[in-house]
């Protein structure tokens, strides 16, 4: 929900379990308490999309029996598994194109533990037409950071259960076109196309692919997107939003037409869901021109990267505790 600064922090001194989005000015004047949050001036609310510095979005985690808030760097990031709660959920907050969040972005695919307990949340951004930075708050101390993660770890009471889930509008185009990559990297210059090597950015160009359009892989039975944060013309580069595995076949998305109409179409499924968080990336809100648009039953903020286990792109991400 979106709210006042007034009225956040009288849910902070009422001692209430809080996830907040907000702009830096705003998160910098919340009194200390059980609250985590990260910035960001985009929100997707009930009424439609919009660009907002002086509210603030709010997640109650009425559903929390017990909490703790945990500070992690590149170092240490993976000790969220051990911090978790055995039947709970973790919200991770991580700045954009810190060192955490490279590192998780890389890694995180490879740790299993991450599976065992729900991890949902996102990379915190900036109004891009500024020269700000991203930051993350632990409200627990008062610190912002703009190179560790925040945590809030919450166990949920034992007749309940987390689950998390992703909106993805995009498609594996049908083309025999098979690309793969020979390492993990978010930044590519050779790949491998139908088994022949080639520069990325020479297949683009010659193929006129829509660089909106994220790469698509199937993760196990589930559509998992990257997405195209840059072409270099100079050196040849492909800049990624998130990184490329080897050993998985990638395909450049199929075209969406209207990203707003593709949204309604993929939630009619989750009209009755009633999610404890979601948030929308930042590249579906200016490509899909989403102002003014709504995507229920979902609100929240829009993101440089979402959080799912691990980093996505050009999806929407959601939470739900349900009973066992």
């Keep these: 929900m979106l709210v006042t600064l007034e009225d956040a922090k009288k849910l902070i001194e009422k001692g209430k379990v809080l996830h907040i989005a907000a702009d830096e000015s705003l998160l910098e004047q919340l009194p200390k308490g059980n609250w985590i949050a990260g910035t960001t001036p985009y929100f997707i609310t009930e009424q439609g999309g919009i660009t ?4 603030l979005f709010v997640n109650e985690m009425d559903c929390a029996v017990e909490h703790k808030i945990s500070v992690y760097d590149k170092d240490n990031i993976f000790d969220i598994t051990k ?3 055995s039947n709970g959920i973790t919200f991770l907050v991580m700045p954009f194109a810190s060192d955490v969040a490279v590192y998780f972005a890389k890694e995180a695919p490879n740790s299993g533990d991450l599976l065992m307990n729900p991890t949902v949340g996102w990379i915190t951004g900036f109004d891009l037409s500024t020269d700000a930075s991203a930051k993350v708050f632990d409200g627990s101390s008062g610190k912002s ?8 770890h919450i166990c949920l009471p034992d007749d309940k259960i987390a689950n998390l889930g992703i909106v993805n509008i995009f498609n594996i185009d049908e083309g025999d076109t098979k690309i793969e990559f020979t390492e993990d990297t978010l930044s590519v210059k050779k790949c491998l196309i139908n088994g022949k090597e080639m520069f990325l950015y020479d297949y683009i160009l010659e193929n006129k692919i829509n660089t909106q359009l994220p790469l698509v892989a199937d993760y196990n039975g589930t559509y998992i997107n990257v ?3 840059s072409v270099s013309e100079e050196d040849k580069t492909v800049d990624l939003y998130a990184p490329v595995f080897s050993g998985k076949v990638y395909r450049f998305s199929s075209p969406v037409s209207d990203y707003a109409v593709s949204f309604a179409e ?10 404890i968080f979601s948030c929308n990336c930042i590249l579906n809100y200016l ?4 102002e003014g648009k709504a995507t229920p039953p979902f609100a929240g903020p829009v993101t440089f990267g979402e959080i799912a286990y691990q980093l996505l792109n050009q999806t929407l991400v959601y939470a739900v505790v349900t009973d066992k």
Excluded: R
């Excluded at 907002?52 to 509210?55: A, N, S, T, V």
């Excluded at 490509?287 to 989403?290: A, D, K, S, T, V």
């Design 52 to 55: 907002c510095k002086d509210k």
């Design 83 to 85: 911090d978790s709660y």
């Design 145 to 152: 950071y703009g190179d560790k993660a925040v945590a809030l």
């Design 227 to 229: 997405s195209i944060k």
């Design 266 to 275: 993929q939630l009619k499924e989750f009209k009755d869901l009633k999610p």
């Design 287 to 290: 490509y899909g021109e989403l």
